[in-house]
């Protein structure tokens, strides 16, 4: 395989052939890069993580030590999967079908996990697919996520539920007013209407 001369793929790695890596990204110890999956400039992938068949990622994209990412997931620039995420592609698994007979891959539909921008998924959150997580959206350690999250949610718990807003920086946004919250660290302010909240500067 030829990739290059920027990436970086250790060499107990498994990386298929048909796999296509960008520049600047690193993939450690112990990782395995299934065929046809894509990853963009600068992304790293961890010890022993998994990404799947197909799967694409965009640009710096970070996959933590023994995160599992199936296909056909789609993971958002500038996103962030903890250690030991897992991010499912079957909403009703079995090995065998009714009559008993061992399950083939013709045999079921994968589903996938989609992550927006700039989301993190904590350590050790499961991702049950079909779900969309939403930009810059937090998933908690330990969550299961079995709905869709909003843009700048913070989900946390089994099943998981939004306690809070969260901003570009990480932080839990402050309300200002019934419709307003601004970001303690960088000022940023965001707009609530009808359970979504909006970046009030991105407005036009």
Same mark, same amino acid.
């Given at each position: 395989?030829?990739?290059?001369?920027?990436?970086?793929?250790?060499?107990?790695?498994?990386?298929?052939?048909?796999?296509?890596?960008?520049?600047?990204?690193?993939?450690?110890?112990?990782?395995?890069?299934?065929? $046809?999956?894509?990853?963009?400039?600068?992304?790293?992938?961890?010890?022993?993580?998994?990404? *799947?068949?197909?799967?694409?990622? #965009?640009?710096?994209?970070?996959? $933590?030590?023994?995160?599992?990412?199936?296909?056909?997931?789609?993971? #958002?620039? #500038?996103?962030?999967?903890?250690?030991?995420?897992?991010?499912?592609?079957?909403?009703?698994?079995?090995?065998?079908?009714?009559?008993?007979? $061992?399950? +083939?891959?013709? /045999?079921?539909?994968?589903?996938?996990?989609?992550?927006?921008? #700039?989301?993190?998924?904590?350590?050790?959150?499961?991702?049950?697919?079909?779900? +969309?997580?939403? +930009?810059?959206?937090?998933?908690?350690?330990?969550?299961?996520?079995? *709905?869709?999250?909003?843009?700048?949610? %913070?989900?946390?718990?089994?099943?998981?539920?939004?306690?809070?807003?969260? *901003?570009?920086?990480?932080?839990?946004?402050?309300?200002?007013?019934? /419709?307003?919250? +601004?970001?303690?660290?960088?000022?940023?302010?965001?707009?609530?209407?009808?359970?979504? %909240?909006?970046?009030?500067?991105?407005?036009?």
């Amino acid at each position: 395989m030829t990739f290059d001369e920027s990436v970086r793929i250790a060499p107990s790695a498994d990386v298929d052939e048909g796999a296509e890596i960008g520049s600047g990204s690193s993939v450690w110890h112990l990782a395995q890069v299934r065929e $046809q999956a894509v990853l963009g400039r600068g992304c790293v992938i961890g010890r022993g993580a998994y990404i *799947g068949t197909g799967v694409r990622l #965009g640009e710096n994209v970070k996959v $933590q030590n023994y995160a599992l990412v199936y296909e056909p997931a789609e993971v #958002g620039d #500038g996103a962030f999967i903890g250690p030991a995420a897992v991010f499912t592609n079957d909403h009703r698994p079995r090995s065998v079908d009714p009559d008993g007979k $061992q399950k +083939r891959a013709g /045999d079921w539909h994968a589903v996938g996990v989609t992550v927006g921008e #700039g989301a993190s998924i904590g350590a050790r959150a499961v991702c049950v697919a079909p779900v +969309r997580i939403g +930009r810059w959206a937090m998933v908690g350690a330990g969550a299961v996520v079995t *709905g869709d999250v909003p843009d700048f949610a %913070l989900v946390v718990g089994v099943p998981a539920r939004r306690i809070a807003w969260i *901003g570009r920086a990480g932080e839990r946004l402050e309300q200002e007013a019934p /419709d307003t919250w +601004r970001c303690p660290e960088t000022g940023a302010l965001y707009r609530e209407a009808d359970g979504e %909240l909006t970046e009030i500067d991105n407005e036009h």
